[in-house]
């Protein structure tokens, strides 16, 4: 596998006093992340002076943002595996007036026991770019671990101008490490022959990354588009890929299997999963997505599938605008509960020429509302890379394990 995660900010579900959502708390929570916690406003908008480019189905484009300088705010995701060697990502950036502080990491990715690995700065006040490393040197059975900061030249980037970055990190505690990082597809800082060991090792005693944040700290504002990571295995997207957008469509019809009772039931099954969302054109200069604002915003608890037994339910899905480019992969995005006692476990599916194809991850559902995600980088039956055909004529769906 290649694709590990990505989002295209297109969409917010929300915790704001959600006791269904096991918390209690003034936040808003990204869709397709685990967690998120602010002290300013977040922020979607589709003004024409910080849109990057039109997105599907007319939603406004999505980014990270804070208009307040003075409070922090990041969302928060784990990947389903334990172990990669190699790290790429990619996103597009805009960095507003007054991002200048060169302590502020946008991302950090962490290791399996929640240490430091990766930080970085897409810009700062001399319009530079900078990644940090975690550097271990083994000194009598022991790692010595201190953070190293890679940087580009002056000037590589300016505030209020979007571009796309994207960087490849290979790690091994001897010197076989590298850091590549590319500002619109030209390296900006290309090291070989490093050390990028995890802080202090994991307990699975791997040099990986399984946890990243997206964080807005103190002082700093920005916005952010088209996120994705990569994991550097497989045929396909298995390197640095350059500039992407990321689409996101929703169910439309009914699949082969309509298994699970809708509530309410006069609802068709495709329509339950389809997330309620507000349309944000309605209020076109209203951009605080705050509970006076938007109080229709989230997972509409009220309806939903549910099923018992080991039953599929799938969803026909829109279709994609042309997009006359490489499919680097696809995810599905779905949203469990369990509300009765004892165990329950699901696994997500697509089905593809008449054939159903499992994640291979069995899921212990919660009692509390979360997303998860199934990445595939290549069409299983034909096992090349996706066509935009094969995406529109394709399937996502649930089945229930036990």
Not at 37 to 47: A, K, L, M, V
């Amino acid at each position: 596998m290649a694709l590990v995660f990505c989002d295209g900010f297109d969409h917010l579900g929300k915790w704001e006093d959600d006791s269904t959502l096991g918390y209690t708390a003034d936040n808003q929570l990204f869709y397709k992340w685990e967690h998120g916690w602010d002290q300013g406003e977040p922020e979607i908008t589709h003004r024409a002076s910080t849109q990057r480019r039109p997105a599907m189905n007319s939603n406004p484009i999505g980014h990270l943002v804070c208009n307040s300088l003075y409070y922090p705010a990041w969302i928060y995701r784990h990947f389903n595996e334990a172990h990669y060697d190699t790290l790429i990502f990619g996103f597009a950036f805009l960095g507003r007036p007054g991002f200048n502080q060169p302590n502020s990491p946008i991302i950090t990715f962490y290791d399996y026991d929640g240490n430091v690995i990766v930080n970085v700065y897409p810009i700062d006040g001399n319009g530079r770019v900078k990644v940090s490393v975690v550097e271990g040197v083994s000194v009598d059975y022991y790692y010595l671990n201190d953070i190293v900061t890679y940087y580009s030249a002056i000037n590589i980037t300016q505030e209020n101008t979007w571009y796309h970055f994207d960087c490849k990190i290979v790690f091994n505690k001897t010197t076989g490490g590298s850091i590549q990082a590319r500002i619109n597809e030209t390296d900006v800082i290309n090291q070989t022959g490093i050390r990028t060991y995890n802080a202090s090792g994991d307990s699975l005693g791997n040099m990986s990354f399984t946890q990243v944040k997206v964080e807005k700290q103190l002082h700093n504002t920005f916005y952010m588009d088209d996120f994705y990571v990569l994991d550097g295995e497989g045929t396909v997207a298995n390197d640095l890929i350059g500039d992407v957008r990321v689409d996101t469509i929703y169910p439309d019809a009914p699949g082969n299997y309509t298994n699970f009772d809708p509530t309410p039931s006069s609802n068709a099954n495709w329509e339950n999963v389809v997330p309620l969302y507000f349309d944000r054109y309605v209020w076109p200069n209203h951009y605080l997505l705050r509970e006076y604002y938007y109080s229709g915003v989230g997972i509409n608890f009220a309806t939903y599938n549910e099923a018992e037994g080991t039953i599929r339910d799938s969803y026909n899905l829109e279709s994609l605008s042309a997009l006359d480019k490489p499919v680097y992969g696809i995810q599905t995005n779905s949203t469990f509960r369990k509300t009765d006692a004892g165990k329950k476990q699901v696994e997500q599916f697509i089905r593809v020429s008449a054939t159903d194809y499992d994640s291979g991850r069995v899921i212990d559902v919660p009692d509390w509302s979360k997303v998860y995600t199934y990445p595939v980088t290549v069409n299983p039956f034909t096992t090349n890379a996706w066509t935009e055909s094969e995406i529109n004529a394709l399937e996502s769906g649930i089945k229930i394990v036990t």
